[in-house]
């Protein structure tokens, strides 16, 4: 609580000085036009170093009376078309004060000019609060813009700020869910491969020793997946054409695999594991529950200014709870973060498939390779 009221403290005082220096710096600027043009019109003289001093005195004094009477009305925080009317009558009536004020004074101490004292004490008094209403309304300009500009400012930051912690928690969020995916493959899955791995030890020693090859790739890259945004989808799909070998020699001839990959789309963005997750589900609840087995279908294309993932397989969606299966829920919101609102995930039923379609927005999809999720 004291630092947070030493920092309040510390801001207030920055403030009031940044105001007194802008104060002074102004009004003493108009000070010294006057005694510039004085000068070169040779009226400097005593009579006119007291106006100076009273129109400065005076300039000082309203502009300062104002300025509170702004802050207790908390003008500033109205809205800009209010802000502005508003400003606009107190600046008139400050300026027919302050107008007022130095009309009186003059002619009390005998300060107007040959000129002025021809004219009625009417026309003195509103030529007076012209000239104060010009030189309060430039204030009040100025006044407005510097903290229409600081609050924009200070809102610009803090929605900053507040993206970035927004992003900094769903990116854990993202690498909680990715470590749960992860232990969610090592002791289903990698059981599976390793009976299937001893089984062709024997029969099979050099198809056996592929198979731990692709065992090792899959193990690398889920232990990678947590530490990083974003990798090329040619990387993505070998891991998961290493995986679709490994379930086949576990399903054998009830699994048939087919692949459609455009080459423009292998150096093109995606998150890690995403296809992986997908094709896992496929495996889990379409092919596994299927007494002949079926098909998996991988499409990869660029279409209408989206890359375009499909991965169809044979099987029925059995309500909602499957179709939000694990892993697949964090899906829209993780390519949404990544690649923007455009970025799409879609689960449907398509005659006796499964359909995961997945959009990213070739546009969107600037994030470089290899970026650290910290």
Not at 270 to 280: A, G, K, S
Request: glycine letters at 6%.
């Amino acid at each position: 609580m004291g630092s947070s009221d030493s920092g309040f403290t510390n801001f207030l005082k920055r403030t009031f000085t940044r105001y007194v220096v802008f104060q002074t710096m102004g009004w003493g600027f108009l000070v010294l036009i006057n005694v510039f043009f004085a000068i070169t019109y040779g009226k400097y003289n005593s009579r006119f170093i007291y106006r100076v001093m009273i129109f400065a005195f005076l300039g000082v004094f309203w502009s300062n009376v104002m300025r509170m009477f702004i802050r207790r009305q908390k003008v500033l925080l109205q809205p800009v078309q209010r802000q502005v009317i508003e400003l606009f009558l107190i600046t008139i009536i400050f300026g027919s004060f302050s107008g007022f004020c130095e009309s009186r004074i003059t002619v009390f101490f005998n300060l107007k000019s040959i000129t002025e004292k021809q004219l009625s004490n009417v026309s003195l008094i509103l030529s007076d609060i012209f000239y104060s209403f010009i030189y309060l309304f430039i204030w009040n300009c100025i006044y407005f813009i510097y903290h229409y500009i600081e609050k924009t400012r200070i809102q610009t930051t803090a929605n900053l700020r507040l993206e970035s912690r927004v992003k900094e928690l769903e990116l854990k969020s993202i690498q909680a869910e990715l470590k749960v995916i992860k232990s969610h493959i090592n002791p289903h899955f990698i059981f599976n491969a390793l009976n299937s791995i001893r089984a062709l030890v024997d029969e099979n020693p050099a198809r056996a020793r592929k198979a731990i090859t692709e065992l090792s790739n899959i193990l690398r890259s889920s232990m990678q997946a947590e530490k990083i945004e974003v990798v090329p989808f040619e990387r993505e799909i070998n891991i998961v054409k290493d995986y679709l070998e490994l379930e086949h020699i576990r399903f054998e001839e009830r699994l048939h695999i087919s692949y459609r990959l455009d080459e423009r789309t292998f150096e093109r963005p995606v998150p890690p594991m995403l296809i992986q997750t997908l094709v896992e589900n496929a495996i889990k609840h379409g092919i596994s529950k299927n007494v002949e087995g079926g098909e998996i279908n991988i499409t990869s294309t660029i279409i209408d200014g989206f890359h375009m993932i499909l991965i169809r397989n044979t099987g029925q969606l059995n309500g909602v709870d499957q179709s939000k299966g694990f892993g697949l829920i964090s899906t829209e919101s993780r390519l949404k973060l990544l690649f923007g609102n455009r970025a799409r995930f879609d689960l449907k039923q398509i005659d006796g498939n499964v359909e995961a379609k997945v959009l990213i927005p070739i546009e969107a999809s600037k994030v470089s390779f290899g970026n650290q999720v910290n």
